[in-house]
């Protein structure tokens, strides 16, 4: 028995060393692939994370969907409140290749075991927030994602090319809204700026905990699923965002923003952490608000799972059966 123990050790080493060689080459891991445990949990956890993310993020824009100041405007709301609901199915899908169900990373959301991204747990007060979401949070986004699409993981570097590609429409939408309405009234103008003074912190937040207190991000970055740290992320999206604000004449709100000319980027002033985790743990704004959200449309799905699951186990996916007759 000792000696089956020791091969199978050994094995075990072979794989990991076999492993680690394929990730310092930049060869992608696919899911046949052997893998260490720990890197397969932390796929699932930010994979399912991200996953959340983007379903949980349809809520606070489709609030406006009805809203919307023009036809054109709801069409394009609408278009990428869709856009979101995808990005969730593709991630859930690349999830699903680790060997998590989608209805068991659902299940762990709605039990509070799994997170979402902060961000979405402040509301849309005005028509204006849907445009500081699409310019600072879907930027955010994008500065996240991006280099996701050189993960070591084959299934969810390749759903980032996609999604990145829409993502960039987001933001360019968000954008325009803010610059409409810098371009229109006073009031316009006011509750442009109002927006940014909502959101720039919590965007700031979305890119997790300084590197010093992030508990994962080391070992990610170890095993190329992360290929930037927060801070890193973090700065680069505070150098692209302030001039993009003076561009549209609004003001960050933060009195300790300045250019340093020697490092060659902007200072930013302190964010509230305690802020951060008292979110995370369930004392956001809109914490209780976008669970009970996410388990309504959970419970009322639950006929149209249960019909599908029928559907398979009685071999009902045929066009025939579809279409409620047989072909003659």
Same mark, same amino acid.
């Given at each position: 028995?000792?000696?089956?123990?020791?091969?199978?050790?050994?094995?075990?080493?072979?794989?990991?060393?076999?492993?680690?060689?394929?990730?310092?080459?930049?060869?992608?891991?696919?899911?046949?692939?052997?893998?260490?445990?720990?890197?397969?949990?932390?796929?699932?956890?930010?994979?399912?994370?991200?996953?959340?993310?983007?379903?949980?993020?349809?809520?606070?824009?489709?609030?406006?969907?009805?809203?919307?100041?023009?036809?054109?405007?709801?069409?394009?709301?609408?278009?990428?409140?869709?856009?979101?609901?995808?990005?969730?199915?593709?991630?859930?899908?690349?999830?699903?290749?680790?060997?998590?169900?989608?209805?068991?990373?659902?299940?762990?959301?709605?039990?509070?075991?799994?997170?979402?991204?902060?961000?979405?747990?402040?509301?849309?007060?005005?028509?204006?927030?849907?445009?500081?979401?699409?310019?600072?949070?879907?930027?955010?986004?994008?500065?996240?994602?991006?280099?996701?699409?050189?993960?070591?993981?084959?299934?969810?570097?390749?759903?980032?090319?996609?999604?990145?590609?829409?993502?960039?429409?987001?933001?360019?939408?968000?954008?325009?809204?803010?610059?409409?309405?810098?371009?229109?009234?006073?009031?316009?103008?006011?509750?442009?700026? @109002?927006? /940014?003074?909502?959101?720039?912190?919590?965007?700031?937040?979305? $890119? =997790? !905990?300084? +590197?010093?207190?992030?508990?994962? &991000?080391?070992?990610?970055?170890?095993?190329?699923?992360?290929?930037?740290?927060?801070?890193?992320?973090?700065?680069?999206?505070?150098?692209?965002?302030?001039?993009?604000?003076?561009?549209?004449?609004?003001?960050?709100?933060? @009195?300790? /923003?300045?250019?340093?000319?020697?490092?060659?980027?902007?200072? $930013? =002033? !302190?964010? +509230?952490?305690?802020?951060?985790? &008292?979110?995370?743990?369930?004392?956001?704004?809109?914490?209780?608000?976008?669970?009970?959200?996410?388990?309504?449309?959970?419970?009322?799905?639950?006929?149209?799972?249960?019909?599908?699951?029928?559907?398979?186990?009685?071999?009902?996916?045929?066009?025939?059966?579809?279409?409620?007759?047989?072909?003659?």
């Amino acid at each position: 028995m000792r000696t089956q123990e020791i091969e199978a050790e050994k094995a075990d080493l072979e794989n990991e060393r076999e492993f680690q060689v394929k990730i310092e080459a930049g060869i992608r891991i696919e899911p046949r692939d052997w893998m260490p445990d720990g890197y397969r949990r932390a796929l699932i956890r930010q994979i399912s994370q991200h996953a959340h993310s983007e379903i949980v993020g349809q809520l606070p824009e489709a609030n406006w969907i009805t809203r919307a100041p023009t036809l054109e405007r709801k069409l394009i709301l609408l278009a990428k409140v869709q856009d979101e609901a995808g990005h969730g199915l593709y991630l859930y899908c690349a999830a699903e290749t680790l060997g998590a169900s989608r209805d068991e990373l659902t299940l762990q959301l709605l039990s509070g075991k799994a997170r979402y991204s902060s961000i979405f747990n402040y509301p849309t007060l005005s028509w204006a927030d849907v445009g500081a979401i699409g310019w600072l949070v879907d930027g955010a986004a994008i500065m996240n994602q991006v280099p996701l699409q050189r993960c070591s993981y084959g299934p969810y570097g390749r759903a980032m090319v996609r999604i990145c590609k829409e993502e960039s429409f987001h933001q360019r939408q968000g954008f325009d809204i803010m610059r409409a309405l810098c371009e229109g009234t006073k009031l316009q103008r006011e509750m442009a700026q @109002d927006a /940014l003074d909502r959101w720039w912190w919590p965007a700031l937040m979305m $890119f =997790g !905990p300084p +590197d010093e207190q992030s508990v994962h &991000s080391e070992q990610s970055m170890a095993w190329g699923i992360k290929q930037s740290s927060n801070d890193t992320l973090r700065q680069k999206f505070v150098d692209q965002t302030v001039p993009q604000a003076e561009y549209l004449g609004l003001v960050i709100p933060d @009195d300790d /923003l300045q250019w340093d000319d020697k490092e060659g980027r902007y200072n $930013f =002033g !302190p964010i +509230d952490w305690a802020e951060f985790a &008292s979110v995370l743990a369930g004392n956001g704004p809109c914490n209780r608000e976008r669970i009970a959200a996410r388990l309504k449309a959970w419970n009322d799905g639950a006929w149209f799972r249960e019909g599908l699951l029928a559907a398979a186990h009685a071999g009902g996916t045929t066009e025939e059966s579809a279409c409620g007759g047989t072909a003659e």
